[in-house]
């Protein structure tokens, strides 16, 4: 199987991208000016729009060099200096907010387990994380959140967005959502101390499935043993006919997790392509050789997103699954983590990515093969019909009908 890229972890989606980070040792050596220069130059030199949002980025680099000097006034400046940008996912981490993201990276986080981006300039859910009490308290990935603990959401970032709702364990949060055609509900949700977890096989309620189609839950990419833990349930699935993956609502995660559980399935062609600012193309191929032949379903919804959608892009352009459900959340792009002095950092976009068939799928998502919708009613009822349509093509499949004809 493929090895890391260039040693280094690659993260795509609502969790973040680490691409070799810069460590600097002589953290006295740098005063807030430092840091606040620091940024900009690395935005300078990778940002994956060259014209930095149509403007003169040099403008910004002596803009507060005369009003910076705590590493509070550093924050400020880089903050107002990133906005400039318009990127939700180019974004300053100070010491609280880079040392929460590493934990979530490690797979533990303290909050209500809840995935957010500004969308469109509203805060929304991409997803709720399995198992967690956002996702027990009913919140579903496209809601948007109109106040958090009574206070309006309006012009919020994502990283104050989350710094508001996180807390300590046991503590409540007051959030107010606005879910699409329905009136604006409250949810009170007890923070809690969220053990990510990557790969489940427990069917939802209500679903009898098959003994002979093997069901493969997968929250999340992030997990370092995501791609170990799934070959083993390739492998102990050899008697399956086929094989049901669910990326409903799964955020993103390691790019590397995406491209070589991609290459269990695929014996050659592309699995995905990436740009650069500079327009350089880079392309991972499959290498020879898969885990299993047996036909696949692969499920998606708005809130699968990044690393699911480079999964579910490399399965059907390459003719290898049929996918089921619904339009996904359109995450095109790769963020790179800096670390900077004083234990601060800085996510930013340096490439977006494309499809094997060269798809630019940002802000546009993954098209199923086959739309599958699941409505308030069926929620309410249970009534995964989804699920149920993928285990009804699995059945097809098995049986002669090809992928192609669907």
Known sequence: MRKLMKKSLIFVGTFVLLFGCIIHNNVMAYSPVDLYDQVWRLVNAKYVDQTNNAQNWQKWRHKYDDKIVTNEDAYVAINTMIASLNDPYTKFLDPKEF??????????????????????????????????????????????????????????????????????????????????????????????????????????????????????????????????????????????????IDLRSNPGGLLSNAIYISDMFLNDGVIVSTVDRDGYRETQNATKGVVTRKPVVVLINKGSASASEIFSGAMKDNGRAVIVGEQSFGKGLVQEINKLPYDAGVNITIQKYLTPNGTDINKKGITPDVVVKLTEEDIKNKNDVQLKKAIEIIQQLSAGRTVASF
Request: no cysteine; hydrophobic share 35%; proline share 3%.
């Open 99 to 244: 040392a929460e993201e590493t934990s979530s990276i490690k797979g533990s986080l303290k909050g209500i387990g809840i995935q957010i981006a500004v969308k469109d300039g509203k805060l929304t859910v991409i997803a709720p994380i399995e198992d967690t009490p956002a996702e027990k308290a009913g919140l579903k990935a496209d809601d948007e959140i109109l106040e958090i603990d009574g206070k309006s959401t309006k012009g919020i970032t994502v990283d104050k967005a989350a710094d508001q709702i996180r807390g300590k364990e046991g503590t409540q949060v007051k959030l107010l959502v606005k879910r699409k055609d329905q009136e604006p509900k409250l949810y009170t949700i007890t923070r809690a101390n969220i053990e990510i977890k990557s790969i489940s096989q427990k069917l939802p309620e209500n679903i009898t499935m098959p003994n002979d189609i093997s069901y493969i839950r997968l929250s999340s990419f992030i997990s370092r043993n995501a791609g170990t833990e799934f070959r083993s349930i390739l492998e102990q699935g050899y008697n399956k006919k086929g094989f049901i």
